[in-house]
């Protein structure tokens, strides 16, 4: 089974998109998001790929209340899987636990009652081993803090993966939010 894991979509709508043609070319099975999304919009994109998806909960998502009654609509559906700050799940005989945050992974991880761990929220791409335990951080998909958008396939038979760069993709560090930013770090 493949899965991919994507993370910190920050309403980078194009990185998005270019990412879910990936996913499709892919042929994953399944897409865990690890949060960070934004607008309603963006979690239909999602969906659009008619897969399962499975969420973690969040720090920055536009609307919280409207984007949770349209994951409820689409929970109705059987598409989407949501359990809070973090999941447990089981996908193709391997254990996986899914947070948002790297201090809950590391801690779960090092039980060593999990194959793989993935997490996000910090931007920084990682794959280390604890133990027994592969740990993911599938990047960003938006692209903002390095200018690299990255997601993560996990292929569930070899419990490896790849990290996936999106081509073509946009970036939200326009000249003029670059000069903001240094600007009010003087």
Same mark, same amino acid.
């Given at each position: 089974?493949?899965?991919?894991?994507?993370?910190?979509?920050?309403?980078?709508?194009?990185?998005?998109?270019?990412?879910?043609?990936?996913?499709?070319?892919?042929?994953?099975?399944?897409?865990?998001?690890?949060?960070?999304?934004?607008?309603? %919009?963006?979690? /239909?994109?999602? $969906?659009?790929?008619? &897969?399962? =998806?499975?969420?973690?909960?969040?720090?920055?998502?536009?609307?919280?209340?409207?984007?949770?009654?349209?994951?409820?609509?689409?929970?109705?559906?059987?598409?989407?899987?949501?359990?809070?700050?973090?999941?447990?799940?089981?996908?193709?005989?391997?254990?996986?636990?899914?947070?948002?945050?790297?201090?809950?992974?590391?801690?779960?991880?090092?039980?060593?009652?999990?194959?793989?761990?993935?997490?996000?929220?910090?931007? %920084?791409?990682? /794959?280390?081993? $604890?133990?027994?335990? &592969?740990? =993911?951080?599938?990047?960003?998909?938006?692209?903002?803090?390095?200018?690299?958008?990255?997601?993560?396939?996990?292929?569930?038979?070899?419990?490896?993966?790849?990290?996936?760069?999106?081509?073509?993709?946009?970036?939200?560090?326009?000249?003029?939010?670059?000069?903001?930013?240094?600007?009010?770090?003087?």
């Amino acid at each position: 089974m493949k899965i991919a894991v994507i993370s910190d979509i920050h309403e980078n709508t194009h990185n998005l998109i270019q990412a879910i043609k990936i996913i499709e070319e892919e042929k994953c099975d399944v897409i865990i998001c690890l949060w960070d999304v934004g607008r309603s %919009i963006l979690f /239909e994109a999602i $969906f659009s790929l008619q &897969l399962p =998806v499975y969420f973690t909960f969040w720090n920055h998502d536009g609307n919280v209340i409207k984007n949770m009654k349209m994951l409820l609509r689409h929970t109705a559906w059987g598409h989407v899987r949501t359990n809070g700050m973090y999941q447990k799940i089981e996908l193709d005989g391997r254990n996986i636990f899914l947070t948002h945050y790297y201090e809950l992974a590391e801690i779960v991880a090092k039980s060593g009652e999990f194959d793989v761990c993935f997490w996000g929220h910090n931007h %920084i791409a990682s /794959e280390v081993k $604890f133990w027994t335990t &592969l740990c =993911v951080n599938p990047w960003e998909i938006t692209g903002t803090h390095f200018d690299k958008p990255t997601f993560y396939i996990y292929d569930t038979k070899n419990d490896s993966g790849e990290f996936k760069g999106i081509k073509n993709h946009l970036s939200l560090n326009t000249p003029e939010t670059l000069e903001f930013c240094k600007n009010i770090q003087k």
